[in-house]
């Protein structure tokens, strides 16, 4: 079964701090990383873009709207630029763990659980962050006695 990997995009939604700090890993990983010679937003670039996304984060610290704003502008230009380089990474690496890994960016899985081979003798259980669990809002035991409920006793 091949192994299809991605870049994790989870930067998109993190805290500015977060991405400031990823963007930091990116730029130690692919500084010098002849695997990724030219990214779409070279690595002077992606430095330039988060010292500035740092300073407005200590500038929105103790500002006002304004800071905030302009925060909220870096970190939009950095996640950009992440995203930009993620794509790159992804291409160049060509499915390749050991090369993703060295850009500094974090690595998922794209293979589907549909498509996974039956263990021998076993069954394919579901996952247990999709069991759900029970709840008196959700089955009381007033009800639990009038109707079969599908959910584990406490």
């Not at 579901?126 to 089955?139: E, G, H, L, Q, Y």
């Amino acid at each position: 079964m091949t192994i299809n990997l991605r870049v994790s995009r989870d930067f998109m939604n993190a805290p500015a701090n977060d991405v400031a700090n990823l963007a930091d890993d990116v730029v130690d990983g692919m500084t010098g990383n002849p695997a990724f010679p030219t990214p779409p937003i070279p690595v002077a670039g992606l430095t330039t873009l988060n010292t500035t996304l740092r300073t407005a984060i200590t500038a929105a610290d103790a500002g006002g709207p304004t800071q905030t704003a302009a925060k909220n502008k870096a970190y939009a230009a950095v996640t950009d630029a992440l995203r930009k380089d993620a794509n790159y990474v992804e291409i160049q690496s060509d499915n390749d763990l050991e090369t993703l890994l060295s850009s500094g960016y974090d690595v998922v899985s794209t293979n589907q659980r549909a498509g996974a081979a039956r263990p021998a003798g076993g069954s394919l259980k579901s996952p247990t962050w999709r069991r759900r669990k029970s709840s008196s809002a959700c089955c009381p035991s007033s009800t639990r006695s009038r109707i079969r409920c599908s959910l584990p006793r406490r």
